[in-house]
């Protein structure tokens, strides 16, 4: 048997999913190991980046007293690895409308190809309005998705949050943006709104996009609802209206 100490070193070397989903399961020795707050913080030490060691400093001031009886939270937090990537999922319609809740109006949302190339997106395809308001919205739980209570009530978290709109050159458009960060209860603690003017027909397939950061976000902060809105202004059958499309939603350790 190998002593704890060296146990420790060794699986720190191991993938967190795999600490997770097997290495707990082999005995209450090794379960109490991956459960413990000693591994993760030893696997986190080894950033010796800017950010690691803030993240190190931040982690070790927000973490649950060492006798608690839950697993630390850091496991989940590796895991899922929270920070730095966005929480929207399926972007820009590469999945058709999979983890959207819509709303369809005139002719209902779509996915197209993009006309004009949007940096940095995952895919360059984009949800397609029509002619009546269509809307769609995604709520990020951010306890599900590795972050912790102590974490985000610690004033340190920023969430950053981005949308690109835009027209074909044919049919202007409108667009609105509505971003709430909310409670365990759903209660709106902070928003974001922005609606742009509208797009004018013949506009050389413009695009835009929209930014936003959250910073002191007020205690209790557990979930991001984001949403928006998109019609034409020609009110055509069919889909001519708002393009959208690289939505994001991403956490970040706020800068002193």
């Keep these: 048997r190998l002593p704890p100490e060296l146990l420790l070193a060794v699986l720190s070397h191991v993938p967190p999913r795999t600490l997770l989903r097997r290495c707990r399961l082999v005995c209450r020795a090794w379960r109490a190991l991956v459960d413990g707050q000693a591994l993760w ?3 986190l030490a080894r950033d010796h980046s800017a950010s690691g060691r803030a993240l190190l400093s931040l982690v070790r001031s927000c973490l649950p007293p060492a006798g608690d009886a ?11 690895r929270p920070l730095g990537r966005n929480l929207i999922c399926n972007p820009c319609g590469q999945e058709g409308l999979r983890k959207w809740m819509v709303r369809h109006g ?6 197209e190809e993009n006309r004009t190339i949007v940096p940095g997106a995952p895919a360059q395809t984009c949800f397609v309005a029509s002619f009546s308001w269509c809307r769609k ?8 998705e ?11 978290i920023e969430i950053c949050v981005s949308d690109w709109w835009g027209a074909r050159h044919d049919s202007g458009c409108r667009y609105r943006l509505i971003v709430q960060l909310l409670d365990a209860d759903q209660t709106v603690l902070d928003k974001f709104s922005a609606v742009p003017d ?9 695009c835009f996009q929209v930014t936003h950061v959250f910073s002191n976000i007020k205690m209790g902060v557990r979930f991001v609802s984001f949403e928006h809105w998109g019609q034409d202004t020609q009110f055509w059958a069919g889909h001519y209206g708002a393009r959208v499309t690289n939505s994001s939603v991403i956490l970040r350790i706020s800068q002193p």
């Design 198 to 206: 509208p797009i004018e027909q013949w506009n050389n397939n413009v």
């Design 70 to 80: 839950r697993p630390c939270p850091l496991g989940r937090f590796f895991e899922r």
């Design 146 to 156: 590795g972050l912790w209570p102590e974490l985000l009530d610690s004033g340190k």
């Design 41 to 43: 913080l030893l696997i």
């Design 137 to 144: 919205k995604q709520v990020v739980d951010l306890e599900e």
């Design 106 to 111: 005139g002719d209902g949302w779509v996915v």
